[in-house]
């Protein structure tokens, strides 16, 4: 059998080494230096390119979430997905802890009377939590449609929001809302995101506070 590479860092390292190498193959991207760790680590996490060309970022988005964070803020992520990918140990180093209300009884009987999905009933319920300070949606049009609407109700004012949901039925136009809105936010337009993107911002944010250290 061949040999091939088995240590972990080593594995991550050589993968960012060929991201590097082949990102110019891609497209000019105008990314700065802060914003550049994160796409690569979306790349790192999809091994598509044409995230760099999708991606974006609104209003000061990691300034605020680097602040965000710091200050040990709640999360809400509306999947578990999300909950099991972000690095336990910089969520504990941060004092930061990810919250959903997806599989709790009372929102899944809401949901049920109102005829809505339980992301929508879910986020509500996260947004009369008032020490969540950042939104990451990676899989539900319906809860980011949800938060946007809180917004501009005035019952809902998140420090960021990283908006990624994936699918066929009201992603790419629940992310094209979220650019209008005037509050800081990643996000990636048209169809594509999903958890493990959403997953991959968010570590992003930790390590690049880890490097500041």
């Not at 059998?1 to 088995?6: A, G, S, T």
């Not at 879910?122 to 899989?139: D, T």
């Not at 809860?143 to 790419?172: N, S």
């Not at 136009?173 to 936010?185: G, H, I, T």
């Amino acid at each position: 059998m061949k040999k091939y590479l088995n240590d972990p860092m080593g594995i991550e390292n050589k993968s960012f080494e060929i991201i590097e190498k082949e990102m110019p193959k891609h497209g000019n991207f105008p990314f700065d230096e802060k914003q550049m760790p994160i796409i690569k680590r979306i790349i790192h996490t999809t091994a598509d390119f044409e995230y760099a060309s999708l991606v974006s970022f609104n209003n000061a988005p990691i300034e605020k979430a680097h602040a965000a964070l710091r200050s040990g803020c709640s999360i809400y992520a509306d999947t578990n997905m999300i909950r099991a990918g972000v690095s336990k140990r910089k969520l504990e180093q941060f004092g930061c802890e990810i919250i959903n209300f997806v599989a709790d009884e009372d929102v899944r009987a809401q949901a049920k009377a109102e005829g809505v999905t339980r992301s929508t009933i879910s986020l509500r319920k996260a947004c009369a939590e008032k020490h969540i300070g950042i939104f990451v949606i990676g899989n539900a049009p319906t809860a980011l449609f949800t938060l946007l609407e809180l917004i501009d109700e005035g019952k809902a004012a998140p420090d960021v929001i990283i908006g990624v949901p994936v699918g066929f039925v009201g992603a790419a136009e629940s992310k094209e809302a979220l650019l209008k809105a005037k509050v800081p936010s990643f996000t990636v337009r048209g169809r594509k995101g999903g958890s493990t993107v959403a997953v991959s911002i968010l570590n992003a944010l930790f390590y690049m506070l880890d490097n500041e250290r």
